[in-house]
């Protein structure tokens, strides 16, 4: 076990003890980064700090079933994913995305927390950046089809996008429709 594994054990040990210090270290390791994390995606403090004491709260109650062999970073960001996805279902949040969005940075992307087993932080991260890249893809090819549509005065077929990606319609409820 590296250096570094073998500090982060030896917290979760002494956080066990209940040793008061090993709490606060353990919050000052962490919350910085998992705050940036939810922050990132709620894009509201109090909320993100909600789901972040949540998450530490998540790890003492989870502590006597906590698998020593795997990164204490990977298993604080899998919780705080998982109590991110329960605060956007209480919310009753959707994601959506902006089609006429100014800036990548901008993305509030909720459905990419879905979090396997062992991933890091930046295995997050980078899947984030990835989802950034293919939303502006997808937000290019749709503007590039919408200034077609509009040059050829295909109404039909803008009014169905509009009631799919405006409104929010199922395919099944726009070909009802339309």
């Known amino acids: 076990m590296s250096g570094e594994g073998e500090a982060e054990q ?10 008061p210090q090993a709490w606060e270290d353990l919050i000052a390791r962490y919350e910085g980064r998992l705050l940036a994390f939810v922050d990132s995606r ?36 899998t919780i705080c994913a ?3 996805t329960d605060h956007l279902r209480r919310e ?8 006429n969005q100014s800036s990548p940075s901008n993305s509030a992307a909720p459905w990419l927390i879905v979090s396997g087993r062992a991933r890091g932080a930046s295995t997050i991260a980078r899947s984030g950046e990835r989802q950034q890249l293919e939303e502006q893809a997808i937000v290019a090819a749709l503007q590039d089809q ?9 109404w039909n077929k803008l009014k169905c996008i509009e009631l799919m990606f405006v409104v929010g319609h199922g395919n099944k409820e726009v070909a009802e429709l339309l």
């Open 42 to 77: 709620l894009r509201n403090r109090a909320a993100s700090e909600d789901v972040v004491q949540e998450t530490f709260i998540g790890f003492l109650n989870s502590l006597p079933n906590y698998d020593r062999r795997r990164p204490l970073e990977s298993y604080l960001f």
């Open 146 to 154: 919408i200034d077609k549509w509009r040059a050829r005065g295909d």
């Open 92 to 99: 009753g949040r959707r994601p959506t995305l902006s089609l």
């Open 82 to 84: 998982y109590k991110l």
């Open 10 to 19: 030896l917290l979760v040990e002494r956080v066990g003890r209940g040793e």
